[in-house]
């Protein structure tokens, strides 16, 4: 059963425009989200994270928001750039942080 | 700095063959992990484990197993290869501890390796 799910497998974008990715959780004690970039061939690096305690965490041009009552949390790239193109997946875990789920992921593309 | 190195990249089994993918952190990390990720599927964990000596199951134990004698290594193993463990292997280890404050939990990955059973 698929606790984290990101629904759109792919988005294409122009450069400079804003790209946001869409992240869905089923269960409700997850308390801590982190989204991973992944290129070809190499494993995912982190990203950017946030708390249950917060609605919203910017770091440059990345922002993710936390929706506790959806269920939901998005990630926003402004202006987003033709080396942000990769794999994003989304993850969370419970109060221990021993367990992550990940979701499917979401391929984005920026077009020059 | 190395980070997590895995080894093999690339690697085909015959049905009923074993092997061992081997994964090694020098960030002197406590916990560890093994992903596998199918085609058009997210990661899905195999094993962790918390420390040296203690290793526990994730969402897709079946059919491998685990070991942790030092902090560093952290190796997979296949017994019996079957098709369905076609795919792409991630291991990652993280600190305790966030690396900075509000940050915490961040795993960090190897290069992955393919493995196809044939």
């Known amino acids: 059963d698929q606790q984290v799910k990101q629904n759109s497998p792919s988005l294409s974008v122009q450069e400079g425009r804003i790209s946001i990715l869409n992240c869905d959780y089923t269960?409700?004690?997850?308390?801590?989200f982190l989204w991973y970039k992944k290129y070809p061939a190499e494993g995912p690096t982190f990203l950017i994270s946030?708390?249950?305690?917060?609605d919203k965490n910017e770091d440059g041009r990345f922002t993710v928001f936390l929706n506790k009552s959806a269920k939901h949390l998005s990630l926003h790239i402004v202006p987003s750039q033709p080396g942000d193109s990769a794999v994003y997946f989304c993850?969370?875990?419970?109060?221990?942080?021993?367990?992550?789920?990940f979701g499917t992921g979401t391929s984005l593309t920026v077009i020059p | 700095n190395a980070g997590v190195t895995q080894t093999p990249k690339f690697r085909i089994l015959k049905i009923g063959q074993s092997m061992t993918l081997q994964c090694t952190q020098d960030?002197?990390?406590?916990?560890m992990y093994w992903y596998r990720q199918d085609p058009g599927m997210g990661l899905k964990l195999i094993y962790y484990?918390?420390?040296?000596?203690?290793?526990d199951k994730g969402e897709v134990p079946n059919g491998y197993n685990v070991s942790r004698s030092t902090t560093e290594d952290f190796p997979l193993r296949l017994e019996l290869a079957a098709p369905s463990q076609t795919s792409v292997y991630f291991c990652?280890?993280?600190?305790?501890?966030?690396?900075?404050?509000?940050?915490?939990?961040?795993?960090?990955f190897g290069a992955g390796t393919r493995l196809s059973v044939l």
């Open positions: 960030m002197n990390h406590n916990y």
């Open positions: 484990s918390v420390g040296a000596g203690i290793t």
């Open positions: 993850a969370a875990s419970a109060n221990t942080g021993n367990q992550f789920y």
């Open positions: 990652a280890s993280r600190p305790r501890t966030g690396v900075s404050r509000g940050v915490r939990w961040i795993q960090y």
């Open positions: 946030i708390s249950s305690i917060k």
């Open positions: 269960n409700s004690m997850f308390d801590y």
